[in-house]
């Protein structure tokens, strides 16, 4: 079976089962968006049963347009330049002035595995930057940016805006340059359902896109309440809903950044990539049948399959087997963990949320199927920052 005819085999194991209404049990599939620094995928996420909110008024509108004009100066387009002239960087992302001496915010994933980082100012000046601290699965980060003097910066707020908040932020999505969106507050602590995203985050109707990561999201007194981090696309229509850090005045967060603490996320270096990622989330009731319609050969117990080791990963020094495919599309090889210290998991987003529940540097045992037989895996979990491919 060839790469193409296994993506049919997918297409129409999906309609089938979404015309039975077997897949009512799970969120559907995830959508992905190109071109932003260290990619990360959009993802279904859950959106609060409140009414529509209601549009900014031309008050709410005009407030928010002179106040753009005085933060922008504070906002920076930040680049991943394989090249000195940096004509086409490999990334794109945002960050924005905290202080007047160039401490500034953005989303981790902007910078993580960056070579070489540039903050361009509004008015097109560039700096280089030096991430002083992260904090992974917060999905924050601090930059040092080299500035010749006192620079424009945006105050934290003292308090956590209110759902109905009208709310601006400032980035550099769609090849565009520091340019503003705004919306409203939709929820507070909004719960996600992908360990690698950033949970109790803020739920906002502004319209972002990649490049808009790391930008900051302000209130109406032009005060900063959360960092962008990642956006969910649903729906024919493609609508978009954001979500962002919250951050407020004396966040314990910022002052461990401030002095430098790194925090990356435990991984062991396994990935489900490419045309099966739809099943991340499988529900264990459909764990048979997808086995079954799609050819996986997995055996009947549900867990955590996955297509990709990471060279040198802990996974790969375990000798954990990805699944894999022959030249006729026959699966050959493929283990499925079925717990993490004794805890079942039941697919690859539970997996997910078991090993990031640890610290790097612990140790954890698996439980592995493997051509009919159980064993017990031990490896130590290492950090994400250690490791060049994304993995969990």
């Known amino acids: 079976m060839t790469a193409t005819s296994r993506h049919r085999t997918r297409a129409a194991w999906l ?46 509108k005009k407030a928010f347009q002179a106040l753009f004009v005085k933060a922008r100066p504070a906002t920076l387009r930040i680049e991943d330049c394989a090249t000195n002239d940096c004509r086409e960087p490999d990334g794109v992302g945002t960050a924005f002035l905290i202080s007047a001496d160039g401490l500034a915010l953005t989303a981790y994933h902007v910078v993580h595995g960056a070579r070489n980082l540039v903050a361009v100012t509004a008015d097109r000046k560039r700096l280089s930057v030096e991430v002083v601290g992260f904090d992974d699965q917060q999905d924050v980060a601090l930059l040092r940016v080299n500035v010749a003097g006192a620079v424009p910066f945006l105050p ?6 209110a759902v ?42 502004v319209p972002l ?41 004396g966040d314990p967060l910022v002052s461990d950044l401030k002095r ?29 049948r997808a086995n079954k319609d799609l050819e996986l050969g997995l055996g009947g117990t549900p867990g955590a399959f996955f297509t990709s080791v990471m060279p040198g990963s802990p996974a790969a020094q375990a000798g954990l087997r990805p699944l894999r495919y022959d030249a006729r ?7 499925v963990v079925s717990a993490v210290n004794g805890k079942r998991v039941v697919n ?25 037989q159980t064993l017990s895996v031990k490896l130590t979990l290492v950090g994400r920052d250690s490791i060049k491919a994304e993995a969990e």
């Open 15 to 60: 309609a089938f089962s979404l015309l039975t209404g077997a897949l009512a049990q799970g969120p559907a599939p995830s959508a992905q968006v190109p071109g932003e620094l260290a990619q990360r995928q959009t993802k279904n996420a859950p959106v609060p049963a409140a009414r529509t909110p209601a549009p900014l008024t031309a008050a709410e």
């Open 209 to 249: 896109v990649p490049g808009d990561s790391g930008g900051p999201v302000l209130n109406a007194r032009g005060e900063v309440v959360g960092v962008v981090s990642y956006i969910s696309v649903e729906g024919r229509a493609q609508k978009i809903t954001s979500y962002a850090v919250p951050l407020t005045l």
């Open 260 to 288: 430098g603490v790194k925090r990356p996320a435990p991984v062991i270096g396994v990935g489900l990539d490419g045309e099966l990622s739809f099943l991340s989330d499988l529900p264990e009731s459909l764990f048979a």
């Open 164 to 205: 109905g908040d009208a709310a601006l932020s400032i980035g550099n999505g769609d090849g565009a340059f520091l340019q503003p969106k705004t919306g409203r507050v939709l929820g507070l602590d909004a719960a996600s359902d992908r360990a690698d995203f950033v949970d109790r985050a803020l739920q906002l109707s």
């Open 348 to 372: 690859f987003s539970a997996f997910q949320y078991a090993v990031r529940a640890h610290r790097p540097g612990d140790t954890v045992t698996l439980t592995v199927l493997r051509d009919g």
């Open 329 to 335: 599309g026959k699966k050959t090889s493929g283990d």
């Open 156 to 161: 934290l707020a003292p308090a956590r805006p």
